[in-house]
């Protein structure tokens, strides 16, 4: 049972570049986010999904797109990679809204120079 | 808006010591739930306890416990008889019911040290 799997687990990327980060869960969860961690300020959403075929903006969404096509796969575009962007990407998945707790892929880190 | 503060950003404590990490949110919902996980230095987050808002019982487990005080809006974390082990950072997260999916808001995180 892996749980919540993210690929790939570093990346480096030019200004502007473009890369897609691929998160997959095979605990059957209806609920999946991405989320960045950044030194001192937490994990902050960045946008998150209901169900297969929806997603939506959380708290810090510009520079970013998502996709969930399929209930296990929710994936996070940068469609052209900026400094600020540098940080820890995670993943998260859950049974239900506000009450389960988020089961957390291993994170990706990201550079953007 | 939903808050959560830990006003401690680190703590350092030698192996043995007890040690007791703070966390204090702001909501106005009535029915909420308040979470903590733990980050070891591998990076992956852990999740170590969920209490909603109905259920003030402090609860054990381990070395662990957690206080649950509505009255002050706090959901702190102990841990006795600290170890090298418990080394991390600790993030308290709230999530209100009437946030539909756009929910847990995490603290910026606690980074406690044990020394050997």
């Known amino acids: ?113 | 808006a939903q808050k959560v503060t830990q006003a401690q950003t680190e703590i350092s404590v030698v192996e043995k010591e007890d040690v007791t990490l703070d966390c204090v949110y702001e909501t106005r919902d009535t029915t909420y739930y308040l979470f903590w996980y733990k980050q070891p230095p591998s990076g992956e987050l852990v999740f170590l306890i969920r209490r909603n808002s109905f259920d003030e019982q402090n609860e054990i487990s381990g070395r662990y416990s957690w206080n649950f005080q509505k009255s002050t809006s706090s959901f702190n974390f102990t841990i006795t008889a600290s170890q090298v082990v418990d080394s991390a950072v600790y993030f308290c997260a709230l999530s209100e019911a009437s946030d539909y999916g756009q929910n847990f808001v995490f603290g910026p995180g606690t980074r406690l040290s044990v020394l050997p």
């Open chain 1, 1 to 113: 049972n892996a749980g919540v799997t993210q690929t790939p687990k570093f990346r480096v990327l030019k200004t502007g570049q473009s890369m897609t980060l691929l998160c997959a869960q095979d605990m059957n969860h209806e609920y999946m986010y991405w989320y960045r961690q950044d030194p001192g300020m937490g994990l902050r959403l960045i946008h998150y999904s209901v169900g297969e075929g929806t997603t939506a903006k959380g708290e810090v969404p510009d520079g970013y797109n998502v996709s969930r096509l399929k209930k296990q796969n929710f994936l996070l575009g940068l469609e052209s990679a900026a400094p600020s962007q540098t940080s820890v990407y995670f993943c998260a998945s859950s049974y239900e809204s506000y009450n389960s707790p988020l089961h957390f892929g291993n994170g990706t880190r990201l550079t953007v120079t």
